[in-house]
């Protein structure tokens, strides 16, 4: 009986740390929020740019001279159809990752409101998490505007699928949360401009948007899938292309384990953090 009401109380003890953690880092998220609500057009326009281009110079030019079945599956009518899952990725990954480092820099170097988070009693993790929530939102408000465009050109009602949006909202987490760690490590807006560089702009390209990974040598292959935005490109292309047989299942705890070190990582650079 006294073992019974012990293993009760450890339950009940767990249970309110994670609403305490959940509380805290909703908190933290509303911060944000209050500033992205009035902003939503905006960050969701900003952010659609870079996607029709791609998809006006490749999906409907150089597109045009791709057939199904030469590069491409023979599951596609047209390259376009074959890119825009990947360019959905795209922006997902370029807003949560640039939308979160540049909100946690101008906090840091130029207003110098940061300092307050580092002093309000909150567990460190919920300070990561709460960013990072910011991101995912930045996230899928721009994808949002892409899955818009692509329903508008393809008429396809998978890309409003639970197990696509699902995936979207995996590689959001996945990179907030890396645009949270890299907020936390530069020291000036040329530092981000390396990371952005060398991480975001080869991801871009090299992480399955454009092709199909499965072509490739085996030596490149082995580099594409190294980069996150790969699982999330395969993924969300076999969701609305492919019978639900063929999704490649793995993508989900790949992106799962990447999120969660990432906010392991993050809330040990806040807890350690001295601006």
């Known amino acids: 009986m006294t073992s019974s009401r012990q293993r009760l109380r450890g339950t009940g003890f767990k249970i309110s740390q994670l609403q305490i953690l959940l509380a805290d880092s909703l908190t933290i998220f509303w911060g944000d929020w209050l500033d992205l609500r009035i902003r939503i057009v905006q960050i969701a326009a900003s952010g659609l740019v870079s996607p029709l281009i791609y998809i006006l110079a490749f999906g409907l030019g150089l597109g045009s001279s791709i057939r199904p079945g030469s590069g491409i599956g023979g599951n596609y009518n047209n390259y376009l159809e074959?890119?825009?899952?990947?360019?959905?990725?795209?922006?997902?990954?370029?807003?949560?990752?640039?939308?979160?480092?540049?909100?946690?820099?101008?906090?840091?170097?130029?207003?110098?409101?940061?300092?307050?988070?580092?002093?309000?009693?909150?567990?460190?993790?919920?300070?990561?998490?709460?960013?990072?929530?910011?991101?995912?939102?930045?996230?899928?408000?721009?994808?949002?505007?892409?899955?818009?465009?692509?329903?508008?050109?393809?008429?396809?009602?998978?890309?409003?699928?639970?197990?696509?949006?699902?995936?979207?909202?995996?590689?959001?987490?996945v990179f907030a949360g890396l645009g949270v760690i890299v907020g936390l490590t530069v020291r000036s807006l040329e530092s981000v401009g390396f990371y952005n560089n060398f991480i975001i702009i080869p991801m871009s390209f090299l992480g399955a948007t454009f092709f199909d990974p499965g072509t490739l040598p085996v030596a490149l292959k082995v580099l594409v899938y190294l980069l996150?935005?790969?699982?999330?490109?395969?993924?969300?292309?076999?969701?609305?292309?492919?019978?639900?047989?063929?999704?490649?299942?793995?993508?989900?705890?790949?992106?799962?384990?990447?999120?969660?070190?990432?906010?392991?990582?993050?809330?040990?650079?806040?807890?350690?953090?001295?601006?």
């Not at 790969?230 to 705890?253: E, N």
């Not at 990432?262 to 807890?271: C, P, Q």
Request: glycine content about 8%; proline content about 6%.
């Open 228 to 275: 996150p935005l790969t699982y999330t490109s395969i993924g969300l292309r076999a969701i609305t292309h492919l019978p639900l047989s063929q999704f490649p299942w793995y993508s989900l705890p790949i992106l799962s384990v990447i999120a969660i070190a990432l906010t392991i990582w993050g809330g040990y650079k806040f807890a350690h953090l001295q601006d």
């Open 82 to 173: 074959f890119i825009l899952p990947g360019m959905v990725a795209l922006s997902s990954m370029t807003i949560s990752f640039g939308g979160t480092t540049f909100s946690i820099c101008g906090e840091r170097l130029f207003t110098k409101t940061f300092e307050e988070f580092l002093l309000v009693p909150i567990q460190p993790i919920a300070l990561h998490i709460g960013k990072m929530l910011a991101g995912v939102v930045r996230g899928l408000m721009t994808s949002g505007s892409v899955i818009l465009v692509a329903l508008l050109l393809t008429g396809n009602w998978n890309f409003l699928h639970p197990l696509f949006l699902l995936l979207l909202v995996l590689n959001c987490t």
